[in-house]
């Protein structure tokens, strides 16, 4: 929901599926927690995997949507900071990412006017690698990562938290992602003007609907299509 955009100050997105999509990425976070739930349950990797399977569709019954990764791993037993240790030992994003410069001239061009932050359900130093990765790290004032609070989005207490921490009213944020449950229900319940990003070429949106460059001056490496079946942390 999109209104009155003019007294937006801060733009919060979400990282992994937003500023980026990324399939191999995406398959090795899922494989940690394979591993993970494999090794804390003496069982075989390919048993976790169903096991995951399971947890996820049973929640996803239970709560009329879609878990997160993270959810369903706490749903099993799984201690937040155990799962972030695994992501940290066995997600490479360096064997997969490579500097966007379409992505940078766009949240260039917005970090003049606005402040930018993260709010992702990655860990530190992980965000970090990525948006090096990216090239884009120097352009955030800060990144709200897993170890602000350990509790994943989507959280309603932690998210007052991070618009504490940044500061202003509702009407002075933009939450920006590629899931709606997680990343927006909460802010939309708030008041907060946000935009759901299918694609990363639905970035380039904020700027038309912003006003701040001719919309349509940044092309083709930012037209990426979601691949199916790539779930979010
Ligand atoms: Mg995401």
Redesign the pocket.
């Known amino acids: 929901m999109l209104t009155d955009l003019n007294y937006v100050r801060s733009i919060v997105f979400?990282?992994?599926?937003?500023l980026y999509i990324n399939q191999a990425v995406a398959n090795e976070i899922q494989q940690a927690a394979n591993a993970l739930v494999a090794s804390a349950r003496g069982v075989s990797v390919k048993k976790a995997e169903a096991i995951i399977r399971c947890a996820r569709s049973r929640l996803a019954e239970d709560l009329e949507e879609e878990p997160t990764l993270t959810r369903t791993c706490m749903e099993l037993g799984v201690e937040v900071p155990d799962l972030h240790r695994a992501f940290r030992a066995h997600v490479h994003p360096e064997r997969h990412l490579a500097v966007d410069p379409v992505l940078f001239a766009l949240l260039d061009s917005l970090s003049d006017d606005f402040d930018l932050y993260i709010y992702?359900?990655n860990n530190l130093p992980l965000a970090q690698k990525i948006l090096a990765l990216l090239g884009v790290e120097s352009l955030f004032k800060r990144l709200y990562t897993i170890e602000f609070a350990w509790v994943p989005k989507p959280d309603l207490e932690t998210l007052k938290r991070v618009l504490e921490d940044i500061g202003g009213t509702t009407d002075s944020f933009l939450f920006i992602?590629?899931?709606h449950q997680?990343?927006l229900q909460a802010p939309l319940s708030l008041g907060i003007p946000t935009l759901l990003v299918n694609e990363t070429a639905d970035l380039l949106q904020i700027h038309k609907l912003l006003g701040i460059i001719p919309y349509g001056r940044l092309e083709s490496p930012l037209y990426l299509s979601r691949p199916e079946g790539i779930k979010?942390?």
């Open positions: 979400d990282l992994d599926g937003t992702t359900n992602g590629d899931r997680v990343d979010g942390l």
